[in-house]
């Protein structure tokens, strides 16, 4: 609300400028702390109270229309453009209260923000508790004293903790040159990104600054705030003040009636974050090496539906087990107040036991160490054991803790203690997974085993200062078992529970066939979300928003998993539309246009709306997909080695025993194979007549038949050094309409399978190809490159009529003396996009040849941008070529991160236009320097950086 007041960047100046001088965090926070009360003066004196301030001009305009509506027209005019603003911000100042993040200001939404952020007040209050007798507790002051005796308890270390024994089993992992990365001093870039990854309107710590303020004032702060942060990180001392914490409780239940059934959140101030998500973005990278695969939380590369899938086949298989090889069970772990109990000299221990950095174990125990906690207005106090949730270091430095199970339980796996489940014979074993604190356990179910468990989980809790909850502990086992047996088992770990939990993070446990009353509580959660919503106070826009971004949104999760029951989809349509179209006195209003006409894209006549039953489908291609592109993980080869141990995931077919979740990803395959070809490497494993690997064709295979062909392998169609196609027998064996299909396609190093089917666009032909024939460049001189460092430059040009390119290089060093200069026709290119990534790997073959100091590669295609963003997927025109680029890049000695600039070429942009028709010679290399030793590459271009690195 504030920042629509032109005057705010002048107060917050003006208070700024009363700063006292100070390189720490501490100093830098009592100057914030002006800042604010300053501004909080500003804020009543400038605004007052909005509602009254809304009367006063109503009242106001309503008096000029009475006295002279006609004469009075300007003053009119200045009053209503006056309330108009108010309103405006009222409505923003409900915005921010009611925590609605699906919905923006700016559409008249002020009832609807004002009645969420009363319910949440209403909701989040703590009218009573229960005090361990029994009785209840209403007064403020005696449940204050309750909240801190409570929590004073629950952040008190345990002293009885033994955890040498817990510890000895963590293996040395961290590297020298993995300490070397994360001890190397903060850039001011690393900072600010850090900064800039906090949510602008998360809740405020006790400061009461949200990172907005931080963001939008990051020019005038941006001095001071990075001082201070790297004077942490130099000296490892947290100066007092900057790590106060308020606690808020968020109710767990409907009905919370103990300090138990209360979530406490963490309300951090902003400079503690961000040297917090400083450490995050460093250690995030390293994880994937450090924690045990079965943990699947929070780390690159791993998926909870990874977790998901395991554990439902091996369900699956424990429901279902008929060798005769002994039964398994799946035992249900709940650790209460996990986060809460986290020992701070278990953590340090296993930090330093892992060979991280002494220097840097400071750095993360000064995070942890330095806490205070107050709760509302109630005295603040000093913990000794807890992370944080609401700190962006905690959730990683839980992994460390949790993995502590994982260690004991592979010790007792290897050595023949514990017997970890296969689903079948040739399947990789499964002992347990995690899901940060979700974890689920499976070993044969007789008293040995059982034993064994119990001693890991003792193990654990006392080496930790973990509690498991038995009263919430289940276990599963195989239907008409021996009960005696199952009985003892239980006895043994204590599980309380006669059912096993009915949901496995967030997703119905299997049982059988999925029918549809297993899918009737997301029927159920959608029905009361969307009743939550009264009709009246949203406009139609608001509803259009509301339903894509919630209603579309929330089954997509467990849409990834399980192919829901066609009657469970209509469901949720039939839902959804009864909400567009709206209801009046209990009875559905008309629906003036069929819910199909709907589902169109906006630029067809529709909406846009989701088919749920496509849709469905399609979230699981994207399961189907990542088994085909991740096959080394555990889930992919789990899944290989019980339904296709012979064959890809393409060949197989369906199986009538296959479980839920197999038979769901194979309902996915379906939409995925309409799409997806062989992209070609040395064409050993692609067949020629069988396979999908022709992205021009509609059915993605060879159109051609020759009945006597000998040629089997895509291999037998290249050229003797496997670079290009082998144009005779091209001509020999296939029909034109082929040969033109095969003459676009590059062949490169390596094998691999990526999507035939790009994103399309308004300038589309139809088959994924774009007319474009010309790059857009940022006019820009050229910029030399850092001592020491080479810049080579490149360019291309592109004639669509003929399908041939022209590619120009120029390397220069730091004087703007050109060390060599190249040129190369490229014929068949199927667009100008195939042209620009070409240039730009006949750029990258060139510095590795020619070039013997570390190289800057700079490009003007600021197309590639467009359709080649990092981390997203890319046309089929250029995958190849990208694919081939990369390998280039690794084979290189040093290759360092890529700096976002793009220069344009002129200097030879004229040069490559005038090879491509005239010029008899098809290539070239002019050499200025011939000091020849082993390059280093760098990328600057956003473009070039997505040639190094592949979706």
């Keep these: 609300m504030w920042e629509r007041d032109e005057n705010l960047g002048v107060e917050i100046e003006k208070a700024w400028a009363r700063r006292n001088p100070g390189s720490d965090l501490g100093g830098l926070a009592e100057n914030l702390k002006q800042v604010a009360f300053a501004l909080r003066n500003w804020s009543r004196e400038k605004f007052g109270h909005v509602n009254k301030e809304i009367e006063k001009l109503r009242k106001e305009l309503d008096d000029l229309e009475w006295e002279d509506p006609v004469g009075n027209r300007a003053a009119i005019c200045f009053k209503v453009k006056q309330l108009n603003e108010i309103l405006y911000r009222e409505e923003m100042m409900w915005l921010q209260r009611s925590r609605i993040s699906w919905l923006k200001e700016g559409d008249r939404n002020t009832n609807f923000f004002h009645r969420k952020a009363m319910w949440r007040a209403k909701k989040n209050k703590i009218k009573k508790l229960k005090r361990e007798d029994g009785s209840w507790c209403s007064d403020q002051g005696e449940m204050g ?9 629950l952040f008190t270390a345990d002293q009885s903790i033994n955890f040498e024994g817990v510890v000895s089993l963590f293996q040395q992992c961290i590297t020298e040159e993995m300490n070397k990365e994360l001890m190397k001093p ?34 005038m702060l941006r001095k001071e705030v990075i001082e201070a942060i790297q004077n942490f990180f130099e000296t490892g001392i ?77 369900i699956h298989a424990i429901q279902n087990n008929t060798d005769g090889r002994g039964d398994y069970c799946a035992y249900k772990l709940d650790l209460s107040k996990a986060y809460d109990r986290v020992d701070s000299g278990f953590l340090k221990s296993v930090l330093l036991k892992l060979g991280f950095q002494c220097e840097w ?66 399947a990789p074993g499964v002992s347990h997974l995690l899901f940060a604190d979700d974890t689920i356990l499976f070993f044969k179910a007789d008293q040995h085993q059982a034993h064994q468990v119990r001693e890991i989980v003792q193990d654990y809790e006392r080496g930790t200062g973990q ?12 239907r008409k078992d021996d009960t005696t047996a199952q009985d003892q088992v239980k006895r043994i770990l204590r599980v309380e529970l006669d059912a ?20 009737q509580p997301l029927r159920e959660k959608l029905q009361k979300r969307l009743s939550a919503y009264t009709e009246k106070h949203l406009s139609a826009a608001a509803k259009e928003v509301l339903i894509k971004t919630v209603a579309q949104a929330l089954p997509t999760y467990i849409m990834g998993v399980f192919k829901l029951p066609l009657s469970i989809c209509d469901d949720l349509t039939s839902t959804i539309r009864n909400f567009w179209w709206g209801s009046e006195k209990g009875k559905r209003k ?13 630029n067809q006549g529709g909406f ?109 169609l290249l050229n003797s050094q496997g670079t290009d196609w082998d144009r005779d027998k091209l001509l020999r064996y296939f029909n034109e309409a082929d040969r033109e299909d095969y003459k676009p396609m590059t062949v490169v190093e390596g094998k691999g399978k990526k999507p035939a089917r790009p994103p399309g666009g308004r300038s589309d032909d139809g088959r994924g190809r774009k007319d474009a024939t010309a790059s857009v460049t940022t006019r820009r001189g050229w910029q030399k490159p850092e001592d020491g460092w080479i810049k080579v430059n490149v360019d291309d040009a592109f004639v669509e009529q003929t399908g041939t390119a022209g590619a120009g290089v120029v390397a220069r060093d730091m004087e703007g003396s050109v060390i060599f200069t190249a040129w190369r026709v490229l014929f068949d290119c199927a667009s100008a996009k195939e042209a620009e990534a070409r240039a730009c790997l006949e750029g990258l073959r060139l510095a590795s040849q020619w070039c013997h100091e570390p190289v800057i590669l700079e490009s003007d295609c600021a197309q590639m941008l467009v359709i080649a963003p990092p981390r997203a997927n890319v046309y089929k025109e250029v995958n190849a070529i990208l694919a081939d680029s990369k390998q280039s890049i690794n084979a290189i000695v040093d290759q360092r991160h890529a700096r976002k600039k793009m220069v344009p070429n002129s200097t030879f942009s004229k040069e490559c236009t005038t090879v491509v028709p005239s010029d008899e010679k098809n290539d070239g290399v002019v050499v200025h320097d011939d000091g020849i030793t082993e390059p280093q590459i760098d990328m600057t271009d956003d473009a070039l950086s997505s040639l190094s690195m592949m979706a």
């Excluded at 990854?197 to 600054?209: N, S, V």
């Excluded at 060949?651 to 062989?678: F, M, P, R, Y």
Aim: net charge positive; aromatic share 10%; with cysteine.
């Design 500 to 519: 096993f939990e009915p949901k496995y993070l967030g997703l119905p446990t299997p049982s059988g066939r999925m029918k549809g009353m297993q899918f």
């Design 467 to 478: 509690l498991i909850n038995r009263a919430k502990c289940s276990i599963l086992f195989k």
């Design 608 to 716: 846009g709306f989701k088919d749920m039953r496509l849709f469905n489908q399609a979230m699981l291609a994207r399961q189907a997909w990542r088994l085909i592109e991740k096959p080394n993980s555990l889930c992919a080869k789990l899944l290989k080695a019980k339904y296709f141990p012979r064959c890809s995931i393409l060949d197989s077919v369906k199986s009538a025993n296959a479980s839920a979740t197999c038979q769901s990803v194979l309902h996915g395959l379906e939409l995925l194979k309409k799409g997806i070809i062989w992209r070609i490497g040395d064409g050993s494993q692609v067949r020629i007549w069988r396979d999908p690997w022709i992205p021009w064709e509609v059915t993605l295979k060879v159109s051609s038949r020759w009945g006597r062909c000998r040629l089997h392998w895509v291999s037998d």
């Design 361 to 426: 174990v400071q750095r993360i125990m000064a995070c942890v160490m330095s806490v205070r906690y107050s709760v509302k207005v109630t005295p603040s106090f000093t913990p000794t054991r807890g992370l944080r949730q609401g700190d962006p270091l905690s959730p990683y430095l839980f992994l460390f803790v949790a993995d502590g199970l994982s260690a004991l339980i592979q010790d007792r796996v290897q050595n023949g203690a514990l017997q970890e489940m296969k689903i079948c014979r040739r």
């Design 590 to 602: 008309t629906a003036w246009i069929a819910w199909k006409e709907l589902l169109l894209k906006k």
């Design 238 to 314: 947290m100066p007092d003040g900057i790590n106060e914490t308020k606690i808020v409780l968020i109710p767990k239940l409907a009905f919370p009636e103990t300090l138990k059934d209360f979530r406490p959140i963490s309300l951090c101030n902003v400079l503690y974050k961000v040297v917090s998500q400083c450490l995050v973005n460093r250690l995030w990278p390293l994880l994937d090496g450090i924690i045990s695969p079965n943990q699947s939380a929070f780390i690159p590369g791993r998926m909870i539906t990874d977790n998901a899938l395991i554990a439902f086949e091996c």
């Design 145 to 153: 004293s309750m909240v801190t005796d409570y929590f004073t308890t």
């Design 186 to 219: 903060y850039s001011d870039e690393e900072i600010g990104d850090a900064l800039h990854q906090i949510g602008p309107l998360k809740a405020p710590g006790p400061d009461g600054l949200p990172a907005r303020f931080f963001q939008r004032n990051w020019v």
